[in-house]
Every structure is written in C-alpha cells, then in structure tokens.
C-alpha cells in the first residue's frame, strides 16, 4: 500500500520530455509569441524608476500572462499512482 502511495505522488516527466525531443519542431502560434515576447520586454524594462503601484501592475501582468501560457499547453500528464489505479479499477469493474 505505501508503494502505491508513492508512486500516486510522483508525476512522470519522461513523456514530456519524448514530446520536445522529436525532429520536427513545432510553429508557436501567434498569440502565444506575444504574450512569450510581452514578458521579454518586460524583463528587459528597467524597473528602478516606477512607482510601486506600476511595479504591482508589471508583477500581476506577469502572473496572468504565465497563467495564460499554461493553459495553452496541449498535454495532459498523469502520475504512475493514477495509472496504476485506474488500471486497478479497469480491472475490479470488467
């Protein structure tokens, strides 16, 4: 049972990283360039002479274009606890 429990907490990185090894690359869609290229310039500012209501702007900007750019990923990853359990599952029900 604590082998099970361990392993549910563990996600699996290794078919992410298979998906960005592959050679053919992929096109970055539009919308997804400009919030990328939104944060370059923002991190390129020099942020020394702002106000800090303006620095708070940046700062929540920020999160909500990082927010926005993980919900545009196209994958869904599943630990190695949730494959075992639904394949345990599969089979107490069929």
Do not use: C, W
């Not at 992929?26 to 919308?31: F, L, N, Q, T």
């Not at 209501?53 to 700062?59: F, H």
């Not at 545009?72 to 069929?94: A, D, P």
């Amino acid at each position: 049972m604590a082998l099970i429990l361990s392993l549910s907490v563990l996600p699996t990185n290794t078919f992410a990283a298979e998906k960005h090894t592959s050679d053919t690359p992929k096109e970055i869609p539009a919308e997804v360039q400009t919030m990328l290229n939104r944060l370059n310039e923002i991190k390129e500012m020099d942020k020394s002479n702002l106000s800090s209501n303006e620095k708070k702007e940046l700062r929540t900007e920020v999160k909500t274009i990082k927010k926005n750019l993980k919900k545009s990923g196209q994958g869904v990853y599943l630990s190695v606890g949730t494959i075992i359990i639904i394949l345990l599952l599969l089979i107490l029900l069929l």
